[in-house]
């Protein structure tokens, strides 16, 4: 992922910039916690998965960075854009 938060990103936008390019860092680095990322159906299980990692990062900023997020193992990597759309429009039921 390319670091393209600004200087006039807020802090707390900065940390999490921050926080979503060092868990995929680490979604990178694991095997395990790759599958567990594919296999997601609905972003907050992502967000889920990064936070049980200590990574604070949020539904909007995957979706604005998703394309920069294109390993295979996103679940949205080998859909196109409107599988991306599609995902991103999944919600938690419950």
Same mark, same amino acid.
């Given at each position: 992922?390319? =670091?393209v938060l600004g200087s006039s990103t807020p802090p707390d936008? @900065?940390?999490r910039g921050m926080a979503l390019q060092a868990f995929a860092k680490a979604?990178?680095?694991?095997? +395990? @916690?790759q599958g567990l990322v594919k296999a997601c159906r609905q =972003? +907050?299980?992502i967000v889920d998965y990064a936070a049980a990692q200590g990574f604070d990062v949020s539904? +909007? +900023?995957l979706r604005t960075y998703a394309t920069d997020l294109s390993a295979p193992w996103w679940p949205w990597a080998e859909s196109g854009q409107e599988g991306r759309?599609?995902?991103f429009s999944r919600r938690?039921?419950?």
């Amino acid at each position: 992922m390319s =670091p393209v938060l600004g200087s006039s990103t807020p802090p707390d936008d @900065l940390e999490r910039g921050m926080a979503l390019q060092a868990f995929a860092k680490a979604v990178a680095a694991d095997r +395990q @916690l790759q599958g567990l990322v594919k296999a997601c159906r609905q =972003p +907050q299980e992502i967000v889920d998965y990064a936070a049980a990692q200590g990574f604070d990062v949020s539904i +909007q +900023q995957l979706r604005t960075y998703a394309t920069d997020l294109s390993a295979p193992w996103w679940p949205w990597a080998e859909s196109g854009q409107e599988g991306r759309r599609a995902f991103f429009s999944r919600r938690a039921s419950g």
